[in-house]
């Protein structure tokens, strides 16, 4: 079978890996990138603050206004080689007493800087062209009172370049970098995905005659070996239950077989020759107890499958368990008689319980117990109550049943005698109707047998 339209486990990881190695690699990159900005604005910073200082000290040295116009010639010397930079200083009025070429900086936005922000990194741009530029007002050495504007600015156009070259260098390296993850995530998800591939192949092999299959949890990867183990786990239960249901279903034709063949056998020794009525009587008598007994099987199975898929739903009320027994004994009175066995019944208590089911039940381990007694015994029912339970214990003396059997008792047509099997006595279903009438109440049971004393006790939650 193909199942479209789902995300595949392989592409979901191959995307995680993209998305993963993108992220990191562009965190990365603007790291750098920002600390790369941030090493070009100190150098830039270096410079010009140098330079701001050096016009300072020089400024302070002028002593007359002549010597303050004359400073331009003189900075003009010391700006040779300085490529890039620019410097204007304004005088009083507005008056410019040095600009370097370049420097057409507006006199507002100068004078506004250096009383604003003095030393502080700002960007200018101008004629296209993007500056570094810090200004200061900066006394003279004239007077007191003759203050000037200095700023001074450089170009960064080729720092920008260089930055704009390594975002593109970055940008296409991490779409190269998720490209390329990307394939190798996915030749990496679909290798580490492989043995996923091998167990379902191997699950495949599995059918209805192949239950006993199991897969290899040994040599599965650590992740999958706790799969491995849960599908083993669930194959041996479904072998179980399949193995259980072609038994009853085989223990089911040799059941119904046998009284089939014998009502054949009869009906065709019936019309072998003629006979008179009363044979005739007799016959159709003797069929119709195994007609009865036939009727009873099927009746006894269809309650069992019922209860088995949960279909058995308990018609709860309260039951007083004493009164119920003894009417059981009651009705058991005449064969417990004729066994000589005497009945005993011990406490009571009060439990919620389906009335007909329950009766079913205690019947069905009553008539076992009367019939596995040994002449002239006792047979005791014990009813004890504590405050979350009520158990019913039945104990009877005569056929000890082997340890090993103690559990299959409850299996459908088990019976602990071979010989006795498919025997008109029973049918083998007693006990395992008795166990679904239980577990459909919330209860459980459970049987002992030790040297010739048998017990079985259910235990019933109490009145809810
Ligand atoms: N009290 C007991 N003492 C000894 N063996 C018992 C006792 N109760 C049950 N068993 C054994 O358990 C087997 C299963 O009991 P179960 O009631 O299921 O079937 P059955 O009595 O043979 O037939 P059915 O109850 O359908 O008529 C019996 O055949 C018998 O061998
Ligand atoms: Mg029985």
Known sequence: MRLTGRTSITRRLTLLFVIASSTVLLALGLVVASSVEKHFEDLDMEVLVSKMDLTRHDLALLKSQDDLTRFGQQLTHSLVGHHGLEVKIIGANQAVIFATPSADFALDLVSASATQNPYRPMLWTMGGRTYRAIAAELPTGVNADVKVFVAVATDIAHHQ??????????????????????????????????????????????????????????SAPLELAELAQSLNEMLARLEEAFRRLSDFSSDIAHELRTPVSNLMTQTQVALSRARNADQYRGILESNAEEFEHMGRMISDM???????????????????????????????????????????LEGDGEVNADRLMLRRALGNLLSNAVRHSTLGTTLRVNIDTSPDAISIAMQNTGDTIPHEYLERVFDR????????????????????????IVVAHGGTISAASIDGVTTFTIKLPRLS
């Open 161 to 218: 370049a260089y930055m704009r070259s390594f975002l593109q260098t970055l940008w296409l390296f991490v779409a190269g970098a998720a490209a390329l993850t990307g394939v190798l995530g996915w030749a990496a998800a679909k290798r580490g995905l492989a043995p996923l591939r091998a167990m379902r192949e191997q699950t495949q092999a599995v059918t209805a005659q192949q239950l006993s299959y199991r897969l290899p949890v040994e």
């Open 302 to 344: 269809l309650l069992l499958a019922k209860a088995e898929n949960g279909l058995v739903v308990p018609n709860r009320e309260t039951i007083l368990l004493a009164k119920e027994v003894r009417a059981l004994f009651d009705y058991y009175d005449a064969v417990a008689e004729e066994k000589g066995l005497h009945l005993t």
């Open 413 to 436: 047509f088990f019976r602990v005698d071979p010989s006795r099997q498919r025997s008109s006595e029973g049918t083998g279903l007693g006990l395992a109707i008795t166990q679904s």
